[in-house]
Nanobody
């Protein structure tokens, strides 16, 4: 059974940090993406990492978010620093090779 399980979300104050994890089972991860969806908005790509470790980011998170991977653990991470109110969303990971999505983890930035 293929599963992508996100974790690490929560409530944080503006300027704070969170680290999201996406652990895969049943597959070996390939190129991976982190997406987010805020209420009333479309899901958007936040960060992308290839199997070889090349990365790309949405302009809105460049310099604040870092995507990384640990192939031995079949896990991808999203380190989020200097969080802003507008980062509030449900964050999802996707494995591009299989097309599978995780169930999402809520990130709320609030004072």
């Amino acid at each position: 059974q293929v599963q992508l399980v996100e974790s690490g979300g929560g409530l944080v104050q503006p300027g704070g940090s969170l680290r999201l994890s996406c652990a895969a089972s049943g597959i070996s991860i390939h190129d991976m993406g982190w997406y987010r969806q805020a209420p009333g908005k479309q899901r958007e790509l936040v960060a992308f990492i290839t199997g070889g470790g090349s990365t790309n980011y949405a302009d809105s998170v460049k310099g604040r978010f870092t995507i990384s991977r640990d192939n031995a653990k079949n896990t991808v991470y999203l380190q989020m620093n200097s969080l802003k109110f507008e980062d509030t969303a449900v964050y999802y990971c996707q494995d591009y090779g299989s097309g599978y999505w995780g169930q999402g983890t809520q990130v709320t930035v609030s004072s």
